[in-house]
């Protein structure tokens, strides 16, 4: 997994790439551009974030940059979230794709948010966590991002239901949130209603459309 580097911290990267491409190399050269101390915590860093490989004592490689660019859009969220040890459950859109089976996504590569529904008084530790695991999130509404970032959705009190292992806001909950936004979500509720014999206003075309993914 890549993580995103600081100006000073591609910089680096660029002119390591640019002199030495993907073969081994020491950091004397370096020395000329950059303080020891400095040198040493930069290349730490660019370590840690994916970017350059440690092949021996003080020999590096550089990461090829498709591989390193690729490796930012790599999935972390859904695993790393229980390493919070806080509740939590999918909702909203997220609730909806988990409900239907992924026959409704509403997530992509370049942009790919989680609602999760988490306790107010939780939401501290929340924030606290995904900064220290470099992931991306908004509390309530999300904002202008790439790649993966979850949308915080504080909440009193919630109840959580498992579908497919994975902890989501119940069913009648998330039929809820789809009918509210039906325009976009009219396709789940068809499905729902197939799946799981619940009442809905899906449209009897879509109900029949819906009914292929079964």
Same mark, same amino acid.
């Given at each position: ?11 680096? #990267? ?6 030495? +491409? ?21 290349? @730490? ?14 020999? #590096? ?9 690729? +490796?930012?859009?790599? *999935? ?8 919070? +040890?806080?509740?939590?459950? !999918?909702? /909203? ?13 509403? /997530?992509?590569?370049? #942009? ?8 107010? /008084? ?24 790439? +790649?993966? @970032? ?11 239901? !498992?579908?497919?292992?994975? *902890? ?27 799946? #799981? ?18």
């Amino acid at each position: 997994m890549t993580e995103t580097l600081t100006k000073q911290e591609f910089s680096l #990267y660029s002119l390591l790439y640019l002199k030495f +491409g993907n073969k081994p190399f020491d950091l004397d050269s370096m020395r000329w551009y950059f303080s020891k101390q400095m040198l040493k915590k930069l290349v @730490f860093n660019v370590v840690e974030a994916g970017w350059l490989k440690s092949v021996g004592r003080g020999i #590096y490689t550089c990461i090829v940059p498709k591989e390193a660019v690729t +490796g930012l859009f790599k *999935p972390k969220v859904e695993k790393t979230l229980p390493e919070s +040890g806080l509740s939590y459950c !999918f909702t /909203r859109a997220t609730a909806a794709e988990a409900w239907s089976n992924e026959t409704y996504i509403q /997530r992509s590569w370049e #942009y790919n948010p989680f609602f999760v529904k988490v306790l107010m /008084r939780e939401l501290k530790k929340w924030k606290q966590f995904l900064d220290s695991k470099e992931i991306k999130f908004f509390v309530k509404k999300p904002s202008n991002a790439i +790649g993966e @970032f979850v949308v915080l959705i504080p909440a009193a009190s919630m109840k959580v239901d !498992f579908h497919n292992s994975r *902890p989501v806001e119940p069913l009648q909950e998330t039929i809820k949130f789809c009918e509210t936004n039906k325009d976009s979500f009219e396709y789940v509720l068809a499905y729902l209603s197939n799946k #799981y014999k619940k009442k809905t206003s899906a449209s009897k075309e879509m109900l029949i459309k819906a009914r292929e993914a079964l």
